[in-house]
């Protein structure tokens, strides 16, 4: 079942292009559907893409396929249109760390200077932050070179959550962590890549994974 901001978003879309052959700019989405961000618009859209509603065309700076549309839209996509957002999308500022690998482990940045907005309903009560992620090893798990990955900072996990995970004090990676009696396993999500398993002393969780925003 779709939310009520989903169901507009992908009905408004597949009006446009119905009308116009073309798929509406991020700006006429937000507009649409009266929010005061972009960050919004790119949460509806990646949902809307894991639940098999939407399409993001190759090679095309900006074109939408919709692949489907809910039964319930069907037969009543004017009434869907006319739906007027009760809640708008509040955001807050968290800090943008730098990059992280996800690949071979680099050192994360810290920039004090950089920030993102952040959907708040991503968020829980704790402390986050944001990282870029660089490289290919966790493509299987969703996750792409150039997204915005929010991490929740703590410093425990439980098997199999994603973490960003300091390794020897000074280099840094996001992978899935495994527990192995006295060792911890960093698992990739790509076959090419190895798990890497060492003494639980020189791994350090940093934080969990809760989320993630992608750029088009």
């Known amino acids: 079942m779709l939310t009520k901001k989903q169901h507009q978003l992908l009905v408004f879309i597949d009006k446009r292009l119905k009308e116009t052959g073309i798929s509406p700019s991020y700006d006429e989405m937000k507009k649409a559907l009266d929010l005061k961000s972009k960050s919004g618009i790119h949460r509806l859209i990646s949902a809307l893409e894991e639940r098999g509603f939407l399409r993001h065309l190759p090679f095309k700076a900006r074109a939408l396929e919709v692949l489907k549309l809910p039964e319930v839209d069907m ?31 680099i050192e994360a940045i810290r920039d004090p200077e950089a920030n ?34 929010i991490i929740e900072r703590a410093n425990t996990a439980e098997n199999g959550q994603i973490v960003v995970a300091l390794v020897d004090g000074f280099e840094v990676t996001l992978k899935r962590l495994r527990r192995q009696g006295s060792s911890i396993a960093l698992e990739p999500e790509n076959p090419a890549y190895q798990t890497r398993i ?13 989320g993630l925003m992608r750029n088009y």
């Open 75 to 105: 037969h009543s996509t004017s009434n869907i249109v006319s739906l007027e957002v009760s809640s708008e999308v509040t955001e807050q500022v968290i800090p943008l760390y730098g990059k992280i690998a996800a690949g071979t482990p």
């Open 198 to 210: 060492l003494p639980a002393s020189r791994v350090a969780v940093q934080g969990r994974l809760i």
């Open 116 to 149: 993102i907005s952040v959907p708040s309903s991503m968020l829980g009560r704790g402390e986050h932050y944001a990282l870029t992620v660089e490289g290919d090893s966790m493509i299987n798990a969703g996750i792409l070179d150039g997204d915005t990955v």
